[in-house]
Nanobody, 123 residues
Framework: QVQLVESGGGLVQAGDSLRVSCVAS????????MGWFRQAPGKERELVAA????????YYADSVKGRVTISRDNAKNTVYLQMNRLKPEDTAVYYC????????????????WGQGTQVTVSS
């Protein structure tokens, strides 16, 4: 079965950098758009960054533009989210998700999800 396993979350200070990773198995990784969502307590899950199956047309939420980079390594079935200049408002559970071919900002149309990794940014 398909599994997405995130890692790399943790507790950091404001201004620090952090990279979270997601390893996928059970699917043809290169055929899937990959995305990173986050959900803070009491808030809806939001798309932070995403990349089409072919690596084109990346999406970044306005709140993270210029601070975050999504990348993928198809040889390792892995997608990364590099986060720089972290802010306390970036605190959330970060989820990796996969969708066939192209990304979409609507969480409900993504097919596969990881279990999430907690990122906490202290001020």
């Amino acid at each position: 079965q398909v599994q997405l396993v995130e890692s790399g979350g943790g507790l950091v200070q404001a201004g620090d950098s952090l990279r979270v990773s997601c390893v996928a198995s059970g699917l043809t990784f290169s055929n899937y758009a990959m995305g990173w969502f986050r959900q803070a307590p009491g808030k809806e899950r939001e798309l932070v960054a995403a990349m089409h199956w072919n690596g084109g047309a990346s999406y970044y939420a306005d709140s993270v533009k210029g601070r975050v980079t999504i990348s993928r390594d198809n040889a390792k079935n892995t997608v990364y989210l590099q986060m720089n200049r972290l802010k306390p408002e970036d605190t959330a559970v970060y989820y990796c998700a996969a969708r066939y071919r192209n990304w979409d900002t609507e969480a409900s149309v993504w097919l596969y999800w990881g279990q999430g990794t907690q990122v906490t940014v202290s001020s």
